[in-house]
T-cell receptor, first 114, second 115 residues
Framework: DGGITQSPKYLFRKEGQNVTLSCEQN?????MYWYRQDPGQGLRLIYY???????QKGDIAEGYSVSREKKESFPLTVTSAQKNPTAFYLC?????????????FGPGTRLTVL | AQSVTQPDIHITVSEGASLELRCNYS??????LFWYVQSPGQGLQLLLK??????LVQGIKGFEAEFKRSQSSFNLRKPSVHWSDAAEYFC?????????????FGKGTMLLVSP
């Protein structure tokens, strides 16, 4: 059954700690994305990657970092530099060739900073 | 840069009534348009998409959308709403820049269904 998995579903962090959110896909997609969702703000793009070992900053990359060592995996680290990290985080993937393609989303991770 | 406006933050519709959710986009080239639905605490599910051709596109769950280039709109419609349609709906426009493709999302419209 192809899809995207995100773990954990809920994550609690103390201020000043880094935390890593997992995203794995078995859709054989080249492109992967991380979004942040806040109430009334829609989805805002944090980072995206079109190929292994390459990634680009999105609109709100400050305080976040990513890696793309494998095609299937695109983990997001929320660093202590992110001033307001409490949010719902969504990972997505898509084909990468030619025109923009529909993105397939994971179930999300809700991060709460205590 | 591309942008999407969903003018309605909340809409309440009676069960069985028709629905139209508005979406206006701004993009200089041929738009690639999408509608997604999100239930609380869940990821997004694709309802339908428009790339080219027939301006009326059919999607899942009985939804359709009409692309109107002259109005820069891509409104979502359903003839008869069910209580299970209560969710948040997002319109998105796709763009390709410097070899990378991304989607820009609107802020969403929350649909409430009254009995």
């Amino acid at each position: 059954d192809g899809g995207i998995t995100q773990s954990p579903k809920y994550l609690f962090r103390k201020e000043g700690q880094n935390v890593t959110l997992s995203c794995e896909q078995n859709l054989n997609h080249d492109a992967m994305y991380w979004y942040r969702q806040d109430p009334g703000q829609g989805l805002r793009l944090i980072y995206y990657s079109q190929i292994v070992n390459d990634f680009q900053k999105g609109d709100i990359a400050e305080g976040y970092s990513v890696s793309r060592e494998k095609k299937e995996s695109f983990p997001l680290t929320v660093t202590s530099a992110q001033k307001n990290p409490t949010a719902f985080y969504l990972c997505a993937s898509s084909r990468a060739s030619g025109r923009p393609h529909e993105q397939f989303f994971g179930p999300g991770t809700r991060l709460t900073v205590l | 840069a591309q942008s999407v406006t969903q003018p309605d933050i909340h809409i309440t519709v009676s069960e069985g009534a028709s629905l139209e959710l508005r979406c206006n986009y701004s993009y200089g080239a041929t738009p690639y348009l999408f509608w997604y639905v999100q239930s609380p605490g869940q990821g997004l599910q694709l309802l339908l998409k428009y790339f080219s051709g027939d301006t009326l596109v059919q999607g899942i769950k009985g939804f359709e959308a009409e692309f109107k280039r002259s109005q820069s709109s891509f409104n979502l419609r359903k003839p008869s709403v069910h209580w299970s349609d209560a969710a948040e709906y997002f319109c998105a426009v796709g763009a390709r820049d410097s070899g990378y493709s991304t989607l820009t999302f609107g802020k969403g419209t929350m649909l409430l269904v009254s009995p």
